[in-house]
């Protein structure tokens, strides 16, 4: 092949490659996390913003609003996502933090959509909802 071929050939597969590369990002956006920090609508339903907060200690996780499902499962002291938030058994850490309100996420020990107790987070207020974080 001559060296005009070569380059035309070249141009041709950077011509078909160059929209696949630039659509992909978008593509990237309708499957899971978007530029924004955020899940589809399509992945996780109406719960579909996540909402950044910091723990600050490490919290056992729940498959519900309530203590006697536990999964066995933990989320580690540090900043973590949350969908939304609701009421439930109230629980207390042992040291004094009480609260009504659990908080939906995933936790750190591979279980989703998961209830931790509001008590853990670093924002957290005795007995009172998240601000700014959804209802379920």
């Known amino acids: 092949m001559t060296r005009a071929g070569t380059l035309r050939t070249a141009a041709l597969a950077v011509a078909l490659a160059l929209p696949m590369a630039l659509a992909a990002p978008a593509a990237a956006q309708t499957r899971g996390e978007t530029a924004a920090g955020t899940t589809s609508a399509e ?4 719960l579909s913003v996540r909402h950044y907060y910091t723990t600050w200690r490490d919290a056992r996780s729940y ?6 499902y536990t999964t066995g499962g933990w989320l580690w002291a540090g900043r973590h996502y949350f969908f939304c938030q609701t ?33 853990a987070l670093r924002v957290a207020e005795p007995w009172k909802p998240i601000e700014g974080l959804p209802r379920c």
Do not use: I, M, P, Y
């Not at 992945?43 to 109406?46: D, L, S």
């Open 43 to 46: 992945e996780r339903g109406a």
């Open 63 to 68: 498959w519900s609003q309530d203590t006697r």
């Open 87 to 119: 009421e439930g058994t109230a629980h207390s850490d042992g040291k004094g933090a009480n609260s009504t309100w659990w908080v939906l996420t995933d936790d750190d020990t591979g279980n989703r959509d998961v209830f931790v107790s509001a008590t």
